[in-house]
């Protein structure tokens, strides 16, 4: 496989078994072994059929130092349509938006006059504020369900993946914008210097992009392997982001440390040529990312131990408690326990149920591990002597949530960056 940024070739050394084979010479940045796609839900019909398990693992190019996944066979099987995930549901998302808009409204000025595009623009969750402040917007959202919610609540939309041909088409049809907006869709971009060559081409000469992206430096220091699953092709640093847009003509002028998704970075980008004046910031965070190592390929090396570390610590808990006789259950049907659960290898005798607020998942199946995902009201009649909170980033809101089962001597567990029962 050849790297998606700079097309350095990517060499598979691990020997099948041999441990040891992962030396020097290792571009291996983490293997999990297969997984089914992280979101293909099952129902109680298709727990009679078999599912497909692709191949996950990642790769860091030495030359750029793009993390990445490997081409997996068949992007349709793992976007699958019945896909749904619609953002307005999680309340701390939208008040994360609403910040944001309120911010970036007031920093540069944007008017009546100016334009707001933003890609994976969803159910119109973040657009629908800037609308609010009277701000011409337009959203890009492939998904036709998602599109079709935020038109209904008044926000133009169209149903497109974003690229280069996209970018000129919509400068030709309307015109250039002054913000660009594309939070978590970084990474699941599978032609990247497509989407940022695009990003320049869509840019008015004096507008600014902001793009939040879960960063490489939180992902290994808090263990979050987790995070890593198929639909996420990339993962970046400061260093590898600012080397891709400096290819596209674009500058990264500002980068602000998020607390969404266990640690993201927001950046603030515009033409080389812009007036916008480079903060500290953007010095302070590339020296961090050197000061951690971020520049060396040992960095990357250590990660596949850091995971392994995770997993048997998971696991060691498990079976600990079932020796106990105490029951423990999952929280929260999200992408990231899937990784965990799957690349663990924890099944129902270990994990009886997980619990999803989503009336979606509800009565549906995870994959691979086949735990059965039910509503709240099974938690307060079992009454489980441990809750196992599966998106950990979410702790403090599902420990608030869920508070009531301490009335029972309730305990809740998560397992990264390592276990803590509390
Ligand atoms: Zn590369």
């Known amino acids: 496989m050849k790297c998606r940024f700079c097309g350095t070739r990517l060499d598979d050394t691990h020997v099948d078994g041999d441990t040891a084979a992962r030396g020097k010479e290792s571009q291996i940045f983490l293997d999990l072994g297969t997984a089914p796609p992280s979101n293909a839900f099952l129902t109680r019909e298709e727990l009679a059929a078999p599912e497909t398990w692709f191949p996950l693992k990642l790769y860091t190019c030495p030359t750029c130092l793009l993390v990445q996944v490997d081409e997996v066979q068949s992007h349709a099987a793992i976007f699958s349509p019945d896909y749904v995930y619609f953002s307005s549901y999680s309340r701390s998302w939208l008040a994360h938006a609403e910040h944001y808009v309120n911010t970036v409204v007031r920093r540069l000025g944007l008017s009546t006059d100016s334009l707001v595009v933003e890609i994976a623009s969803n159910d119109g969750y973040l657009l629908q504020y800037v609308s609010g402040c009277g701000i011409p917007c337009i959203g890009i959202e492939p998904t036709a369900s998602t599109a079709q919610a935020a038109r209904e609540r008044g926000i133009e939309t169209i149903s497109e993946f974003f690229g280069q041909r996209f970018a000129q088409d919509f400068v030709a049809s309307r015109r250039k914008a002054d913000l660009i907006v594309a939070n978590n869709v970084l990474a699941h971009v599978p032609d990247l210097n497509d989407f940022v060559s695009g990003l320049a081409t869509a840019l ?49 002028w500002d980068v602000e440390q998020l607390p969404t998704h266990g640690g993201s970075l927001r ?51 498990l079976l600990e408690q079932r020796r106990l006789g105490c029951k423990v259950i999952g929280y929260g049907a999200a992408a990231k326990g899937n990784t965990l659960l799957n690349y663990a290898g924890v099944r129902p005798d270990l994990l009886p149920y997980v619990v999803d607020a989503s009336p979606h998942k509800q009565g549906r199946y995870l994959p691979g591990s086949r735990i059965p995902v039910v509503a709240e009201q099974q938690l307060r009649t079992d009454r489980p002597n441990i809750v196992l909170i599966l998106p950990w980033n979410l702790r403090e809101e599902i420990t608030s949530q869920l508070a009531y089962i301490r009335e029972w001597g309730g305990r809740f567990a998560t397992a990264v960056p390592h276990m803590v029962i509390s």
Request: glycine share 4%; aromatic share 12%; charged share 15%.
């Open 204 to 252: 008015a000469p004096q507008g600014t992009v902001t793009i939040e992206f879960p960063h490489l430096q939180q992902l290994v220091a808090q263990r979050q392997f987790d995070t890593v699953y198929h639909e996420h092709f990339s993962y970046f640093s400061l260093h590898t982001v600012r080397t891709v847009f400096a290819t596209h003509g674009l500058r990264i």
């Open 267 to 317: 950046i603030w980008a515009s033409h080389d040529t812009s007036h916008h004046q480079n903060t500290n910031a953007v010095t302070a965070v590339l020296a961090e990312e050197r000061a951690a190592g971020m520049l060396e390929l040992d960095y990357y090396r250590g990660f596949q131990t850091q995971a392994d570390e995770v997993k048997d610590g998971l696991l060691l808990f």
